[in-house]
């Protein structure tokens, strides 16, 4: 990979070698400086083992997402851009057709005149980075091979001249070896890989191509490997490649005329790679050359004003796509793995909380007798340090385990399409994977260190919770007014510093990122990065302080942006920091409830989460854009907030459960004291709660949400009712395939269809609307509209935004009768002229001047009548029916081929989705008519696809390779494409998943690090109940049911906080029409599995806790 | 109040307890303990061969030095450690030859325990550190709810009932514990140093109550003491040193 980011990655690399580097240095200075606190730090490591392997689990989860996704990246920039290269092989640049306007009759599918190559080649002629320019044809023709019962009708068959593609040394074989074309023999073929495999046919074998029905035999001689010149033309294109004078012999001059090429390619000098390095030149001139000859013979260059010839550098496209691919993988996982790395940098927190929480005493004792609140951070950094090490090199191991675990899994997902990944890492992308990863882990170990060592002297000692050492420093109004001034001090301090070389110092490495990454906006924020870094230097980081001025700057910052990321992390983080902030308010004497604090705070931000973009937008009066970027920061928020909430209303919620099951008899006391241990330690049931949410959140949002798209993509809807689609070429052309069949003999395959629907289609330039109205144009500025209510009103509008005079080209599709039989399309919006659906099918059987529209026919930007202008609009479903559609008249066709008809319905986006008939003709609305119209327009069709429903109880796939075996016409059985296409996408999601669910761990082992510690803080009490006479195995059990509580508080705060943000999501129509599906089928089977893996975690700490021996336990230390 | 009165009964104290029990029988008898502790590879001998007899109804104390295995006895007594060698009988019955369930449950129903430190739950509150035996041996909540209070009353705290042992003085503390060493009406009391963090007015005020609960509910009390003042206060002291019984005081007779 060489960008990300619009980062070049090198760049990249330096950028965090650097910031390592720094890290390392601040190891290294405390080492030399004061090696005894690096002693006293290391000593801890060895005493607890299972801590140093949870420490080190958690350190490594945010290397273990870096490597994973830069490998990725690698591994499909290396496969894809070989894939290319393989692909392309020699060929470097395409002469293709360019439209130049819509404004004329419809487009021919001609080829490219022989005198457009002749001209290239003499005006290039003695270039010496061109080896050759030449031509060649393609075409679909069915291949059989009769020995294997196998029938391929999907086959491009591609015509070159051998000799020259010999002298090129363009056709391989799957080795890599040459293929001599000229060497073959009049009746011998090469055929690529995918074919090979598709017929089961090997060198030697015999194969018929079928033209126009009649069956020409021919040998293959050899394999190519899967290229363009062996006919890999698409995805999952089976091809092969005869040289030119077999290829005319076969096709004939109506299929193939003589001075024609379907495409003309220019191969550059020196190899497969050298020409890349001047391709872009090279590019520019062969444009000039096609500039400079359509200016000499406008006649033959621009045959019909309507396309010019252009050049498209193939390769280096191909490969800059390949880069695009990687660096788009590489961001993608590293935004779903920033769920899992947020969760990891909780795990640290909560370890070095739970190691402080462990060690007071003795570092109560430490600095009573002397020993400064920094020497306890640099020892927690130095302890810290060394696991982050070692965490680098174990992530970095097991982050390249799992991205080859990844890619096999990717790889079975592709077999079909004959494509494999290479799993490749680069060394740039491990050192930038393991920097990062230290990076992220030194600044939480930092962190942590300062959170860990704050205590107050006298109540580590007597081990006194801290919370009671916070309770007597309550924030006075003084105090408040006091922090507030140090921090615009502290401002004013660093502008003084600003000429000094301190700033350097602290400001360099910020400055340093900023400029590199080219953010001269982010500049502005050095000063709070600096005032940031400064608090915390200070060591009492007033969070709050900054949380509320941060979040107002970040606040003002997003709206100027219009940035609804910046805006919404503003609008977060203030109502956070000022309830913190009133947390610490003391009015003589007398403080607000935390709770009620807490709880309305938290709520107002979940609040905020849950408004529709709309409300924030209108109560701001400001436009707010976002993207997917907005889902990490809307986990990380609401999981805040929802644990916030959880946490301070603990006693509620245990006291509800208590009063709902603590009656069961013996389990009474057991349920107690389970539930009143997580109520007591906030912080880490807290954490730990926030951890689980987090992930599940991320879990179950990404699930519903593909769910839902998968669904509407792939549900049954969009086969329109149909079972079977068949697709006609030139070469195979199928008029009526139920006579097809009959004259096949076919009978069985005869039997199984119920209707044989069929779309001719053809590309229609200079469409317009004629009307869009109800029922009178008024050309001065009023137009008749219906509005929502089915109302006709009357409104101004401008002219000049009715695009009425220009012509677009849709598709027109003639469909016969027994089309309107099997279909059941749903139409989205139905002319106020028509009753109902049943009016509107039987007008188009009726042969009327009637059309049914896609919706991108009425709908913004491809629409050729734009009448989505206020108060109508497209409406979202069918069932409101309500809405109908205005009268809307188009003109389709010019000259004496134009005719008008009326488009009475819309076909809902889902449904209508299986009509897709623009295939070669980029993105183009469609209209459907009926038959006779359409041929009338577009004349005789070369596009006829077959949708045919069958018989109830039919075997659809043999319906579908009963026509493929007897016709030779590519036909699909849809129900089965359209499972074998989900189970892909959900093996290739269960995947994503799997990543995602990798921060689980980190939940696990947080329940494991409390459970642990609560046995060894607990030993005392574990004791006293087990004198007064608590059964050993309740005492398990309690643990146990505490831990399992904590589970699914959090397993329930992420699933309701992610299926709310989900239903905002999909209400406000961020998704289109697609509609909320929560695949409870994924989603269970993960809950249940994430809190049985919780109670078997947590079963190891709670048979130690039930093994507790009493007198032992009781024996004051 | 329908619940079964807790603690201090108000007829003068009878002969007879509230079961058919009678005072002055043997309710713990100990015959040649031993206990031995691996420490640092060195055995300790904590208890070297000891027996001794106590009566129902009976309050002992158990003094001597520090070190002499009077927590270790006290602990083997009650069942809360294991023995080498010789017998224990509390009621009647070989307490080290239950299983763990039983003896557990045994503890639950007949016994209550008062230590010198970490004796409540931090987590839970005053009362509900009171009732949790009651809870264990399966009362309804509400009657142990009540029952708890009265206890706590007895002790005088029933305005703390809320309040977590965190916001309790040592002196609360203890007797808190001592409510919940006797919310359960149990047959025999053990208390380690149940007054040793405690100044002597307070200690004298959680001996006078435990003095009264003894005298008044027939209840045995074995409690190990440095103090002379508690240990004069008892029936009888017995004397340890070095993991042996080396004699001990009669202050007064059994219902004397
Ligand atoms: N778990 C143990 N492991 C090793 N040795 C032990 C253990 N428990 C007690 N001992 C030893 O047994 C002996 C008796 O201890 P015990 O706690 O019974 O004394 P004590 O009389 O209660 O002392 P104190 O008055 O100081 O509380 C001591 O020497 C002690 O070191
Ligand atoms: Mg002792």
């Known amino acids: 990979m060489e960008e990300l980011f619009g980062l070049p990655t090198i760049r990249l690399m330096w950028i965090v070698v650097a910031i390592a580097g720094v890290a390392a240095a601040v190891i290294a200075f405390i080492f030399f400086k004061r090696p005894i606190l690096v002693r006293m730090g290391l000593r801890n490591i060895p005493r607890r083992r299972a801590q140093t392997v949870l420490v080190t689990m958690g350190l490594t989860l945010a290397t273990i997402i870096v490597t994973i996704a830069f490998s990725t990246g690698d591994s499909l920039a290396v496969s894809v851009r070989n894939l290319a290269l393989d692909s392309l092989e020699r060929i470097d640049h395409f002469i293709t057709t360019e439209e130049v306007g819509t404004d004329a009759e419809s487009s021919s599918s001609d080829g490219i005149p022989n005198q457009v190559l002749l001209d290239l080649q003499s005006h290039f002629a003695g270039d010496e980075r061109i080896d050759a320019i030449f031509g060649s ?77 009649s069956p020409r035999s021919f040998t293959v001689a050899a394999i190519g490997r899967n290229a363009v010149l062996t006919g890999n033309l698409q995805a999952g294109g089976a091809g092969g490649l005869l040289p030119m004078s077999a290829y005319q012999e076969l096709l004939g001059p109506r299929l193939s005329p003589p001075d024609q090429w379907d495409s003309i390619l220019v191969s550059g000098a020196g190899g497969v790679e050298e020409p890349l390095e001047f391709s872009e030149a090279l590019d520019e001139d062969i444009d000039a050359a096609l500039s400079r000859l359509e200016r000499m013979n406008p006649d033959l260059y621009l045959s019909n004003g309507l396309s010019r010839y252009a ?126 990863g230290i990076v992220i882990t030194f600044i939480t170990v930092v962190f942590s260190s300062f959170r860990a060592s704050r ?62 990454t080219g953010r001269r906006r982010a500049q502005r924020l050095i000063p709070w990065v600096l005032l940031f870094g400064w608090r915390v230097l200070r060591w009492n980081p007033q969070w709050w302080v900054l949380f509320v001025i941060g979040g107002w700057q970040l606040l003002g910052f997003g709206l100027d942006q219009e940035s609804l990321f910046i805006y919404m992390m503003g609008i ?233 005079e220009d012509r677009e080209a849709v598709v027109l599709g003639g469909i016969n009768d027994e089309f309107i039989d099997g279909q059941e399309v749903k139409l989205q919006a139905i002319s106020y002229r028509y009753e109902d659906e049943q009016a509107v099918w039987s007008a188009l059987r009726g042969g009327e001047m009637v059309a049914v529209a896609t919706v991108d026919a009425i709908d913004g930007a491809f629409g050729f009548a734009d009448v989505d202008l206020e108060p109508w609009s497209t409406p979202d479903s069918v069932t409101d029916e309500s809405i109908r559609l205005p009268r809307i008249v188009v003109e389709v066709g010019l000259g004496e081929n134009a005719r008008q008809v009326e488009v009475i319905a819309i076909l809902e986006r889902v449904s209508g989705a299986f009509v897709d008939l623009d295939g070669e003709n980029g993105s183009l609305p469609t209209l459907l008519l009926p038959e006779s119209i359409a041929a009338a327009v577009v004349g005789p069709s070369d596009s006829t696809r077959h949708y045919i429903s069958t018989r109830a109880g039919a075997d659809t796939l043999e319906v579908a390779q009963g026509i493929e075996r007897e016709l030779r016409i590519f036909a699909v059985d849809i129900k089965g494409e359209l499972e074998r296409q989900q189970s892909t996408q959900s093996s290739i999601l269960a995947l994503f998943q799997g990543f995602i669910g990798i921060g689980l761990v980190a939940g696990l082992a947080a329940l494991g690090v409390i459970a642990l510690r609560a046995v060894v803080e607990r030993r005392q009490q574990i004791g006293v109940l087990r004198a007064i006479g608590f059964q050993a195995r309740l005492v398990g059990f309690e643990l146990l049911i505490e831990m399992g509580f904590i589970a699914l508080l959090g397993l329930g705060l992420g699933t309701a906080l992610a299926l709310g943000l989900a239903w905002r999501l999909f209400a406000e129509g961020t998704f289109g029409e697609i509609s909320m599906y929560i695949p409870l089928g994924t989603i269970l089977p993960m809950l249940i599995g994430a809190f049985v893996a919780s109670l078997v975690l947590t079963y190891f700490p709670a048979r130690q806790a039930a093994r507790t021996t009493i007198a032992e336990a009781l024996r004051y230390e | 109040m329908s619940s079964r009165p807790v603690g201090i009964d108000i007829e003068a104290a009878p002969q007879k307890g509230t079961s058919g029990e009678v005072r002055g029988e043997s309710i713990i008898v100990a015959d040649d303990v031993h206990k031995t502790y691996a420490a640092a590879g060195q055995p300790v ?27 270790t006895l006290l602990n083997c007594l009650s069942g809360l450690e294991t023995i080498e060698q010789g017998e224990i009988f509390v009621e009647g019955r070989s307490i080290h030859d239950m299983p763990d369930t039983e003896r557990t449950d045994h503890r639950a129903r007949r016994m209550g325990f008062v230590f010198q430190f970490y004796n409540l739950l931090p987590v839970l509150s005053a009362v509900e550190n ?115 019984i080396e004699g001990e005081t009669i202050h007064r007779q059994l219902g004397g």
């Open chain 1, 311 to 436: 050049t498209e550098s193939v390769k280096a496209d191909s490969l800059r796509d390949a880069e695009l691919i990687a660096s788009v993988f590489t961001t993608l996982f590293l935004f779903m793995g920033s769920f899992s790395v947020a969760a990891g940098i909780l795990l640290i927190f909560l370890i070095f909380a739970m190691l402080a929480e462990e060690r007071k005493p003795e570092m109560g004792i430490a600095r009573a007798v002397g020993m400064q609140r920094n020497d306890l951070i640099q020892m927690f950094i130095s302890e810290g340090m060394v696991y982050n090490m070692g965490a680098a090199v174990v992530g970095v191991v097991l982050g390249l385990l799992f991205a080859i675990g990844l890619i096999a899994a990717l790889n079975t997902g592709f077999e079909s399409f004959g494509f494999q990944f290479a799993w490749t890492v680069t060394v740039k992308s491990l050192v930038i994977s393991a920097c990062i």
């Open chain 2, 45 to 71: 001998h904590a208890l070297r061969g000891v027996s001794l007899s106590v009566s129902r109804g009976e309050m002992v104390t158990i003094m001597g030095p520090s070190g002499c295995g009077k927590t």
């Open chain 1, 137 to 213: 044809r393609f075409e679909l023709v069915p291949i059989e091979h009769p020995e294997a019962g196998q029938v391929e009708p999907q086959f491009f068959l591609v015509g070159v001249d051998p000799e020259l593609a010999d002298r090129l040394q363009a056709v391989r074989d799957e080795n890599g070896d040459l293929i001599e074309l000229s060497a073959l023999g009049p009746d011998e073929i090469v055929i690529n890989e995918l074919a090979a495999r598709d017929l089961d046919a090997e060198p030697g074998d015999r194969v018929r191509l079928f033209v126009m029905q």
């Open chain 1, 455 to 516: 205590l107050n002297i006298v109540a580590a000692i007597r081990d006194i919770p801290e919370e009671q050492y916070e309770e007597s420093h309550p924030l006075t109004p003084r105090r408040v007014l006091r922090n507030v001034l140090g921090v615009f001090t502290t401002a004013i301090g660093l502008v003084l510093l600003a000429t000094t070389p301190i700033t350097l110092i602290l400001g360099a490495p910020v400055a340093f990122f900023l400029q590199l």
């Open chain 2, 130 to 244: 009171v009732e949790l035996p009651l809870l264990l041996a399966g009362v309804g909540q509400r009657e142990s709810r009540d029952r708890a209070m009265l206890a706590l009353e007895q002790v005088g705290l029933a305005d703390w009932a809320g309040h977590r042992p965190a916001q309790l003085s040592g002196g609360q503390r203890q007797r808190v514990t001592i409510a919940r060493a006797l919310v359960n009406d149990p047959a025999i009391v053990w208390g380690d140093e149940p007054t040793g963090d405690l100044d002597s007015t307070n200690a004298g005020q959680i001996m006078d109550l435990l003095e009264g609960l003894n005298r008044d509910n027939n209840q045995t009390f074995v409690i190990v003491t440095h103090d002379e003042n508690i240990g004069r206060r008892a029936n009888r002291t017995i004397h340890m040193r070095d993991g042996l």
């Open chain 1, 572 to 804: 977060s983080l203030l109502p956070l920091g000022v309830v913190m902030g009133l947390n610490r308010l003391r009015l003589s004497g007398r403080r607000i409830p935390p709770r009620l604090l807490y709880t309305v705070g938290a709520g107002f931000v979940m609040f905020l989460w849950f408004a529709p973009n709309d409300w924030h937008e209108s109560f701001f009066n400001n436009n707010l854009n976002g993207g997917p970027e907005l889902f990490v920061l809307a986990g990380t928020m609401l999981t805040a907030a929802g644990t916030l909430l959880l946490v301070f209303n603990l006693d509620l919620i245990v006291g509800g459960i208590r009063n709902a099951v603590g009656g069961v008899g013996r389990m009474a006391p057991v349920i107690r004291t389970a539930a009143a241990y997580p109520a007591a330690a906030r912080y880490r049931t807290g954490m730990t709660i926030a951890m689980i949410a987090l992930i599940t959140f991320a879990l179950v949002n990404f699930s519903t949400i593909n769910a839902s798209f998968s669904r509407a993509f792939t549900g049954g809807d969009t086969a329109g009712g149909f079972e079977v689609l068949a697709f006609n070429t030139e070469v195979n052309a199928i008029g009526d395939i139920r006579a097809g069949l009959a004259e096949a003999g076919a009978n069985e395959v005869l039997d199984e269809i119920e209707d044989a629907g069929r779309i001719e289609a053809g590309p229609v330039r200079g469409t317009r609307a004629v009307t869009a109205l109800t029922e009178a144009w008024d050309p001065v500025a009023e137009r008749h509209i219906l509005d929502s209510d089915g109302e006709i009103r009357t409104i101004e509008t401008d002219l000049a935004e009715l695009k009425f």
